[in-house]
């Protein structure tokens, strides 16, 4: 199975300012996710990385507040623009195992704040 | 449109007895069905998986999880719990996206209290 690194593990922001998050994996891997866990909540997917293209995000989510690159097939990052204290959430890089068969492996995620 | 449904918010039960976290989907197609635990704080863990044949699965911790075709299910289960068990567990099933490629949608979790 595939490890994951996540970077930060948490930080705390002012309002306005951006965070990237990194996601680093030990094995290439053609999918990457991220997710965002918002208090209380399930996850919610953000959009989804292949290396080479342009993420594909999901509903109600914009490139312009969560850019994502996707360099090479062990790293990708997640920033968040122009936070707010909405953004304060659990945000978690994935990757599927065997093209999904064998399931998907998660990070230990970022937990930000945003005051 | 496909979605995960955990019709329990909340589920407590006795150190010692059996326990069960409901799942039910609605996917078009051959399921692809996953448990993952949460513990505080942290990240996701994987439990099991159904992909195919048997329909009673056996994953991580002593979990197993029970795919019932008719009733769209995929309840989770335990023969004896532990104190230790006490998380939220999220149900969640790979659906087929519109641009052809896979993704993974998760229910709203269950929280688990295993009472000493």
């Known amino acids: 199975s595939a490890v994951i690194s996540q970077k930060p593990s948490r930080d705390i922001c002012q309002r306005g300012t951006s965070l990237t998050i990194q996601c680093q994996v030990d094995s290439q891997v053609t999918m990457m996710f991220w997710y965002r866990q918002q208090p209380g909540q399930s996850l919610t997917l953000i959009a989804t990385?292949?290396?080479?293209?342009?993420?594909?995000?999901e509903s109600g989510f914009v490139i312009d507040k969560f850019p994502i690159s996707r360099p090479n097939l062990t790293f990708s990052t997640l920033t968040v623009s122009n936070m707010s204290p909405e953004d304060s959430s659990l945000y978690l890089c994935s990757v599927a195992l065997g093209n999904g068969l064998d399931g998907y492996t998660f990070g230990s995620g970022t937990r930000l704040t945003v005051v | 449109a496909q979605s995960v449904a955990q019709p329990e918010d909340q589920v407590n039960v006795a150190e010692g007895n059996p326990l069960t976290v409901k799942c039910t989907y609605s996917?078009?197609?051959?399921?692809?069905l996953f448990w993952y635990v949460q513990y505080p704080n942290r990240g996701l863990q994987f439990l099991l998986k159904?992909?195919?044949?048997?329909?009673l699965v056996k994953g991580s911790y002593g979990f197993e999880a029970e795919f019932n075709k008719s009733q769209t299910s995929f309840h989770l289960k335990k023969p004896s719990a532990l104190v230790s068990d006490s998380a939220l567990y999220f149900c969640?099933?790979?659906?087929?996206?519109?641009?052809?490629?896979?993704?993974?949608?998760f229910g709203p979790g269950t929280s688990l209290s295993v009472i000493p």
């Open positions: 159904y992909i195919t044949g048997d329909n």
């Open positions: 969640a099933v790979r659906v087929r996206a519109k641009t052809s490629y896979d993704k993974v949608i």
């Open positions: 990385a292949n290396q080479g293209s342009e993420a594909t995000y």
């Open positions: 996917v078009s197609g051959n399921p692809y």
